[in-house]
């Protein structure tokens, strides 16, 4: 069902950054905007990255993202524990009348 | 602070209809600025959107699922509502209600979520 591809899982130590990918298309990421989100275990997922690289209030500085072209970006500067999530691009796809669509989901870990 | 909150049955008999209702507190639901939607989750793996409806009761509709969806909203008692006919074993999942932004698409509040189970 997902048509935005994402790596299964991304790891670092605390400090790292991290960078986490999402692949779509012409009809998604190409024509609208990406947002992503963090899903902490046993939680509801979070608004974490809107409009590309818009931060919500209260989302620490250091979840950056960005996008070019059919892919987007997430990172995550100076890794901590508690960012250990698994972590969802989405974005509006203009096929099929149009409809939202999801990335597989990254689960990340800190080592 | 707004809230949203799920409920409704936790287990569904295959071929029936699986009816789930969001209460917003906190906030009008009559509010021009949002939709109100639903995405779900089934266990273990990733989301899905299944849809979204305006105040005014139009909607959209993931088209994988459009023909046993139905999504409705009651402003008077500020709640909204998915019906999902004909379900099978593949609907289990953990249901979440959400608001989104109109106009950037964006699901910046979700209820916790309710598990619902296809099973006889």
């Known amino acids: 069902q997902s048509v935005l591809t994402q790596p299964p899982s991304a790891s670092g130590t605390p400090g790292q950054r991290v960078t986490i990918s999402c692949s779509g298309s012409?009809?998604?990421?190409?024509?609208?905007?990406v947002n992503w989100y963090q899903q902490l275990p046993g939680t509801a997922p979070k608004l974490l990255i809107y409009t590309n690289n818009q931060r919500p209030s209260g989302v620490p500085d250091r979840f950056s993202g960005s996008k070019s072209g059919t892919s987007a970006s997430l990172a995550i500067s100076g890794l901590q524990s508690e960012d250990e999530a698994d972590y969802y691009c989405?974005?509006?796809?203009?096929?099929?009348?149009?409809?939202?669509?999801f990335g597989t989901g990254t689960k990340v870990t800190v080592l | 602070q707004l809230q949203l909150q799920e409920s409704g049955p936790g287990l569904v008999k295959p071929s029936e209809t699986l009816s789930l209702t969001c209460t917003v507190s906190g906030g009008s639901i009559s509010s021009s600025s949002y939709y109100w939607g639903w995405i779900r989750q089934p266990p273990g793996k990733g989301l899905e959107w299944i849809g979204s409806?305006?105040?005014?009761?139009?909607?959209y509709y993931n088209p994988s699922l459009k023909s046993r969806v139905a999504i409705s909203v009651d402003t008077s008692k500020n709640q909204f509502s998915l019906k999902l006919s004909s379900v099978t074993a593949a609907d289990t999942a953990v249901y979440y209600c959400t608001r989104r932004l109109k106009g950037i698409s964006m699901d910046d509040y979700w209820g916790q979520g309710t598990l619902v189970t296809v099973s006889s």
């Open positions: 012409s009809s998604n990421i190409g024509s609208n905007a």
């Open positions: 989405a974005a509006w796809d203009d096929s099929l009348n149009g409809h939202y669509v």
């Open positions: 409806i305006y105040y005014s009761g139009s909607t």
